[in-house]
């Protein structure tokens, strides 16, 4: 997650991933924030502008790419064969978007 904000989608998805038993880590400038109280790990990620007062989600994505990549590289067999079924479903989506004529 990459939040500030308590808003309810968010608590409603930190309450279901404690209830499954799924780890979450949170990607905030705001290091105090009620989320960063949620979750089980915070990795502070500077969002630019004045006093990071600006939204800038950008950083935010680099970490989060990063982390993918990361953790993508420890099953690369796993993660080649996830791949191929997100794009089988992607194909199978086709290009009206699933939308029928």
Known sequence: MGQKSPHREGMTTLREARRLGIPTILLTQAV????????QVVIEVPR?????????????????EMMVLSVASTAPQ???????RINELHKAIGKS?????
């Open 32 to 39: 105090d924030s009620r989320f960063s109280q949620e979750a």
């Open 48 to 64: 630019g502008g004045d006093n990071g007062r600006v939204p800038l989600h950008g950083t935010v994505l680099v970490c989060l």
């Open 78 to 84: 796993k993660t080649m064969k996830s791949m191929k």
């Open 97 to 101: 978007g699933g939308k029928r004529s």
